[in-house]
């Protein structure tokens, strides 16, 4: 397990539904993830469908930290990638999970 300092954040960018929340925290927990931000849950926060979802992974939960912007949820961090399902026709560089790790661990943070 990483000690919480060194744990990657995940961050839910206005996040639709208290469902996908939970879903989240749920998989984070799936591999020892518990750093969880979210900015912006459209359905507000604490959310009961959240709770209900994540399937005790509650304690992710319980130590999300919220945000009402981006800037502020990422004000902390020395590297960012981000992940969508939706296509972009964005001109950024973009890498497998495998290749954003080995970028990562070449960083001195």
């Known amino acids: 397990m990483y000690s919480s300092d060194k744990q990657p954040s995940i961050i839910l960018v206005k996040p639709q539904m208290g469902e996908n929340i ?3 925290a749920r998989a984070m927990l799936n591999f020892g993830l518990e750093n969880m ?3 912006e849950a459209r359905d507000g926060w604490p959310s009961q469908n959240a709770v ?3 399937s ?8 999300a930290r919220h ?8 004000s902390d961090c020395h590297f960012i990638f981000a992940t969508t399902a939706r296509s972009r026709d964005l001109t ?3 890498y497998s999970p495998k290749e ?3 970028i990562a661990s070449k960083k001195n943070f």
């Open 52 to 54: 209900a979802t994540a």
């Open 92 to 94: 950024k560089p973009v």
């Open 100 to 102: 954003a790790m080995l």
């Open 22 to 24: 939970g879903s989240a």
């Open 67 to 74: 945000f009402s912007n981006f800037s502020d949820a990422v």
């Open 37 to 39: 931000r979210i900015v």
């Open 56 to 63: 005790g992974a509650g304690r992710v939960l319980d130590k």
